[in-house]
Nanobody
Framework: QVQVAESGGGLVQAGGSLRLSCAAS????????MAWYRQAPGKQRALVAS???????NYVDSVKGRFTISRDNAKNTVYLQMNSLKPEDTAVYYC?????????????WGQGTQVTVSS
């Protein structure tokens, strides 16, 4: 069974930092693009940042210069370093990974991790 699991959320004051991790595990042949999404209360889930297997990155404008996405291909893990956090960054953060396994290709979601930024 292939799965994706996030960790690293929590409560932080405005201006603080958090680092999220997301690991894919199971009978994995390869992992393509990995991404972080977030969903605030009453809003739709939206892309925050993505990174290809080759390391090309993409960010939503609101986090550029504050968040950094990176990955460790050997560990099938993606990270999101979040600095200068703002109350509007409060949301449940979800990892998404494009995974090729013995069962074929699947885009898998993690269970989500809560990030709360207090003012």
């Amino acid at each position: 069974q292939v799965q994706v699991a996030e960790s690293g959320g929590g409560l932080v004051q405005a201006g603080g930092s958090l680092r999220l991790s997301c690991a894919a595990s199971g009978s994995i042949i390869s992992v393509g693009t990995m991404a972080w999404y977030r969903q605030a209360p009453g809003k739709q889930r939206a892309l925050v940042a993505s990174i290809t297997s080759g390391g090309s990155t993409n960010y939503v404008d609101s986090v550029k210069g504050r968040f950094t996405i990176s990955r460790d291909n050997a560990k099938n893990t993606v990270y999101l370093q979040m600095n200068s956090l703002k109350p509007e960054d409060t949301a449940v953060y979800y990892c998404n990974a494009a995974i090729y396994s013995s069962m074929g290709f699947r885009a898998l979601w993690g269970q989500g991790t809560q990030v709360t930024v207090s003012s």
